[in-house]
């Protein structure tokens, strides 16, 4: 069936904690996941809240990536929404080493599937990865 998008939603623990309170390494971080994943930037918006953490969303115009931090915590949350032929795995990938992360869950879903008339969502799959070395998510 036809779907408008893919959107994978990643929580990312384990992760480095000083990595996770860089806003300057976050947002270069976003920029070269949607560069993996071939998607075309069209603004970059991020914040750092007091006394810690990074929210920040890379709008593509195939949709957006986006992160919230918790580094006091080792904790990452990721939404990577993409339209078209772009595959949001890559990007998925590449923030997940980058942050160093220690246990991943994704959870990929489809977008935009039309049903009598109805545009709905439905979960493809959901994975968890706990592996320190390597990092698959999506074999």
């Known amino acids: 069936m036809r779907t408008e998008g893919k959107h994978i939603i990643m929580d990312a623990s384990g992760c480095k904690p000083e990595l996770l309170n860089d806003l300057e390494y976050l947002k270069g971080l976003l920029k070269e996941a949607a560069e ?28 957006h990536l986006s992160i919230h931090t918790w580094p006091e915590n080792g904790y990452a949350a990721l939404d990577f929404y993409t339209c078209g032929d772009i595959d949001p795995a890559a990007a998925c990938e ?11 869950q994704t959870t990929m879903v489809a977008r935009g599937e039309e049903l009598d008339g109805k545009y709905l969502h439905r979960v493809e799959k959901t994975e968890e990865k706990n592996n320190e070395k390597e990092l698959s998510l999506f074999p």
Request: aromatic residues 6%.
């Open 36 to 63: 993996r994943a071939s998607a075309t930037i069209l603004n970059v918006a991020f914040h750092h809240f007091t006394p810690q953490g990074v929210s920040g969303v890379v709008v593509i115009s195939e949709s």
């Open 94 to 104: 590449h923030v997940a080493e980058a942050l160093g992360a220690t246990h991943i």
